[in-house]
């Protein structure tokens, strides 16, 4: 059984509020951003300005593209999440450009990611921290267990995310993750060309399910109930 899904044609992007040390990493959000905006992909975030989650977003707006934020209310109430000042706006255009994104304000985490996953078709995670971490595993765990069915895309820029890869190859070889399992997740390295964002638009068009790697569990009953931790 695959996710509800109210936007198809819309990724969304798990990364850092914070900036990290490394430029790179924001140019990589950004030009994320910008190729999902021209290839006509919504780009769904956790909301906010700062860090690489204000960086992937404002780019997809500044080319075009239709953003929409998810921000729990607590998170809005206390002013934003992440380390660093927000991306300030240069001219008015800019602000412009913040303007037009929507912004959805939830009551809890667990309403905010599912929101995020109900309103997109594929998963990207650019680097980030613990939050990040969850999400993107998560997503990788609703596809094999069936609650959806769709791309999940880890960019590893500078390696950032190699850790994460020698886990899965670990975990197939101490055989707690079938090998099959492996291909639930695209774990996407530097492109020969450098363009992260055309990669990554490429990846996620291009995915292909392995029907072996999840289980195929029937969630439909428990969401027509309403039971089941609210599987989308």
């Given amino acids: 059984m695959t996710g509800i899904t109210l936007f198809p044609n819309a990724a969304c992007v798990y990364c850092g509020s914070s ?33 690489l989650m204000g960086g992937v977003a404002f780019a997809c707006a500044r080319a075009g593209g239709n953003v929409t ?16 000042p927000t991306l300030a706006s240069k001219s008015d255009k800019d602000e412009e450009v913040w303007a037009r994104m929507d912004n959805i304000i939830v009551d809890s985490m667990h309403e905010r990611k599912k929101t995020m996953a109900m309103r997109s078709g594929g998963f990207i995670s650019l680097p980030g921290g613990y939050g990040t971490f969850e999400e993107v595993l998560e997503a990788i765990t609703w596809n094999q267990i069936g609650i959806h069915w769709k791309p999940v895309i880890v960019i590893n820029a500078r390696g950032y995310y190699e850790p994460l890869k020698l886990l899965i190859e670990n975990g197939v070889r101490e055989g707690l993750i079938k090998p099959s399992g492996a291909s639930l997740v695209t774990i996407l390295d530097p492109p020969a060309d450098g363009d992260w964002g055309q990669a990554v638009v490429h990846a996620l068009r291009s995915w292909k399910p392995d029907e072996e790697a999840g289980y195929k569990w029937n969630w439909s009953e428990a969401q027509a109930s309403g039971d089941s931790v609210d599987a989308i």
Avoid at 23 to 29: D, L, R
Avoid at 36 to 47: F, H, M, N, T
Avoid at 69 to 84: D, W
């Fill in 69 to 84: 934020g998810v921000t729990p209310q607590a998170i809005k109430a206390s002013g934003g999440e992440g380390t660093g």
């Fill in 19 to 51: 900036p990290g040390t490394n430029p790179e990493y924001m140019q990589v959000a950004e030009a994320v951003g910008k190729a999902l905006a021209q290839a006509g992909i919504d780009l769904v975030y956790g909301g906010g300005r700062r860090g």
